[in-house]
């Protein structure tokens, strides 16, 4: 686990090819098919020596949800071990790492409730919407902004659908008990040597035919979902392509939102107890098969 940029799938490979190990991508913008080089997907060659696992399951399009997600993850791990391999879970997000390898349950979701919620909330308001959730599940609606009406419509939403308070799929979060047999090393590196790996690798990025490859997608009349285009970058490189940002423009504005996503992901995996820290790869590596951990970095 760890920020982006910090040398993840390189230790991966290394890895995976020393101990018989297939890679299952952790990452939530690597399941869209089309979106490669501003992913940074692994290149065909390393996807040929190591069997990698939930990239390119969804189009760019689609609105795929954590529950679909875990469920992929887990027949992915268990196929793995049931055939004698090692699952190394690899990647930056946080929430994708905790479905697979904690026993979280996630709330279904229904297109036409959450449109007749969102249309009552246009009508009657986001503070009687909130006033609603109060009623409800008065532990859910205290744990959220009364202004957040998105939050309140998702809540609403689950009891709509499945008649439980939404606060009852908190069970498990406060918890950090694997089903699995775990063992997690998180990379990490300097703020300032990790700012400077960032703007490199998105110049490096550029170079090697982001740009295009987001104008392909829109000359194909690919629409990004709401998920899709959370994906750092994409929104940026549309806004250049669309005449509302110059190149410089949107390339810093990306440098910008992925140093703040890195300090995001820091924050989300610190509080993990099981994953150890290290600045130096090897030492992360002897860490993860059982070696030494002389060079672990102080939490």
Excluded at 199 to 205: K, T
């Amino acid at each position: 686990m760890g920020p982006t940029a910090a040398g993840k799938s390189t230790l991966a490979m290394r890895l995976a090819r020393q101990i018989g190990g297939e890679i299952v991508s952790v990452d939530s913008a690597a399941i869209y098919r089309g979106m490669d080089i501003g992913t940074d997907k692994p290149s065909a060659e390393d996807r040929e020596a190591v069997l990698h696992h939930l990239l390119d399951i969804n189009d760019p399009g689609e609105i795929p949800t954590v529950a679909q997600y875990q469920q992929a993850g887990r027949e992915c791990v268990d196929d793995i071990l049931n055939r004698g391999r090692v699952p190394l879970l690899v990647g930056g997000s946080g929430l994708y790492f905790r479905a697979i390898v904690d026993p979280l349950e996630f709330p279904p979701t229904d297109a036409a409730v959450r449109s007749r919620l969102e249309a009552e909330a246009y009508e009657f308001g986001g503070s009687e919407m909130f006033r609603r959730l109060e009623s409800l599940d008065p532990e859910a609606a205290g744990r959220m902004h009364p202004a957040n009406v998105r939050r309140t419509i998702r809540a609403l939403e689950v009891i709509d659908i499945t008649g439980r308070p939404f606060s009852s799929y908190r069970t498990g979060w406060d918890e950090h008990e694997a089903v699995y047999d775990l063992r997690a090393a998180g990379l990490t590196l300097s703020l300032e040597d990790l700012s400077e790996r960032i703007d490199a690798r998105v110049d490096a990025l550029v170079a090697r035919g982001w740009v295009e490859e987001v104008r392909a997608l829109k000359e194909a009349g690919v629409t990004l979902s709401t998920t899709s285009a959370q994906a750092l970058g994409y929104a940026q490189i549309l806004d250049y392509l669309n005449g509302r940002l110059t190149l410089d423009q949107a390339v810093e504005e990306t440098k910008l939102r992925t140093r703040q996503f890195a300090r995001r992901q820091l924050r989300w995996f610190r509080a993990d107890p099981r994953i150890k820290w290290f600045e130096d790869p090897d030492a992360a590596a002897a860490y993860l098969t059982n070696g030494e951990v002389d060079k672990q970095v102080d939490d």
